[in-house]
């Protein structure tokens, strides 16, 4: 890891970071978009998906609403427009930035992109949504393979990939999946590639390492320079328009409006991609590009006195970058990834052993409960943490949910087997001595079953640790906080900042249980 | 009077018949062999008594008095149970096994020590095992153990299913001659279930001769060796104990 990218880290970090900790801090807060006019300073609640562009526009909405003199709640970093779009709808954020094709077509899904205007009513109509001001660039998806590749094939529109079917396609897991993404792509223009999911922050490194050859951007990457990159031209005009909007809860308060709808029309493609470019390439922070910006276009809401920015340029570098220690700043993530990891451990092992043993002697009934447990274990994590929005919000809560019910499985399944386990000559000796159906589970069939059911835990415990790095994904921090925004900026020094610890935490977690094993269980029932 | 009954009794599993209306009793203070093939329905028997089996038909009377089925756990604790294999708990040291029952009617703990060595004492195995395992010890070990533990609270009545059939003839010869001590060491009705005549002959007062669930025979020791009742029982004899007569 060079210094810059160090500087770059710590800056990222912090930003997302700061934003982390007193939005726990505050809690189960609700005063929000709905806090009444009059109130002094409300608090709006500022999204953002998980990539580069995403955290900047939402850093850019966080400092105008700032110089507005609102407070603001950065929940950056979202996994994705369904985590963000629940998260607008139940209010658990204000505003996040996002784009008219993809709320056409992924949220509202519509065939075709109307105009402003229809959008608009049909957002409030369905969703009490609205779009503000446009910004002023349209950030289409577009198709881009290396200009080297391209030159040498001699391939300038996406239809000339139809005469190379054995091109490497790997497209990030979104453009895969959406209607207006690779689906709908390749039948306009009859492409025989059978494209890969990769990471949309990994795909330019692939395509600089050749494994693949064409890959999905977004037109306003900062990395299409970087990784001299050829946009191939859409002839057919297949993808929509994909203006970047600020897309807000009907009831966001007029101040917050005014100071939104100041940034409109203000950032041309020009301007965007310079931008990402800032923070991709230049290592500059999101904070500082973000205020960079403001100042040079000399924004100022309405309601702000000028003299305002003064105070919130100190309040702003009071949390800049250098101020937490790496060593604070491990120890804060780590401390919050163990609480995640563990508190739903212990709340799964606090229910799943009492459930397996009524499982297990209930034969008949127990059976559906394995079912379920087993059906849960399947809904991919992003998508289980997605679907707690809607019932939990975002942040701590709705992560430890989706770690619990993670955590169910191996220790009820390991429970239910290990019981069945029991050597049934003891259990009926237990019986027929005359020890009571409690005094058989607690002296001998639970005793018995512990080294199953101990592993049981171990595995729960370790799949927990694993899973507690997507919590990021939510809100919820911890490790996985600098594994997601290293992936938006394809840092992978700050993804290791991450992953290190949380590999770190899972060995120690081995240990911690075989220790454990060793003290509980006599040695020649361990296994 | 006596200590254990059946009567009329019928235990069917699935579609084969255990016990087919068997009527018997069993005085107290004796013990009392039940011999015969496997599957002739001796453990099912056994069973009956402590509720492990409930019959669809007839009545058990234990300690004269019908079993309550709700309360099984307070009258299995009057009747001392072991079985081939021992049952010993793995998880448990041997005084810790042996003693368990004694923990749960919360006997302090000295009381519970020196009944423990008492007992190990009767059936000859050495102190120092208390601390082991049960798979620390031998076959024969395990059995004395087992044999302890079924007496720990001093149960007027002894069932045993089999206690010495995985035992080698002469571990067995050894255990019988410590089973004599605990015949002696108090009146306790005992029911040995065995499939082993010699066995029977050697430690019971009387025999009772099962066949597919039904009574072949029940009388004393001596009298069904003498005199057998049926030919079934006159071939078991005579395979059993063709040198003896």
Redesign the interface.
Known sequence: MNSPVMVRCVACVLLVAGTASPASARGDSRASGVAPETSPAPVIRVGSKNFTEGYLLAEVFSRVLERAGLHVERRFGLGGTLVCYRALTTGEIDVYPEYTGTISRAILHMQTTPGLVRLNDTLRVSASLEMLTPLGFNNTYAIAMSGKTANRLDIRRIGDLAAHPTLRVGLSHEFLERPDGWPGLARTYALPQTPRGIEHGLAYRAIADDRIEVTDVYSTDGDIDRYHLKLLDDNRNYFPVYDAVPLVHSDLNARARAALNALGGRIDEARMRKMNAAVLLDGRSFADVATEFLDEQNIFPAGSARADSGAIQSRTHSSAPGEESMVHRLLRRTLRHIFLAFFALIAAVLLSVPLGVWAWRSRRAGRPVLYVAGALQTIPSIALLAFMIPLFGIGVRPALIALFLYAVLPVLRNTVAALESVDPVVRSVSSAMGLTRGQQLRFVELPLAAPTILTGIRTAAVISIGTATLAAFIGAGGLGEPIVTGLALNDAGLILEGALPAAALAIATELLFEVLERLVIPGHLRR | MSVLELEAVCVQYGSRVALDHISVAFAPGVTTAVVGRSGSGKSTLL?CF?G?VRPGRGNVRVFGAPIDYAH??????R???A?Q?T??????SIESNIG??AR?ERWPADRIRRRVQELLDLVELRRTVCAR?P?ELSGGEQQRAGLC??MMLDPPVLLLDEPFGALDPITRGEIHSEFVRVQNAGKRTIVLVTHDLREAALLARRILVLDAGTVIQHGDTGEVIASPASPFVARLVGSQLGDVR
């Open positions: 069973e402590n492990m099984l756990p307070q009258l299995r604790r009747l001392g149970y079985v294999g049952g010993l708990f793995p998880h448990l368990l029952l749960l395992y798979y533990r079924a």
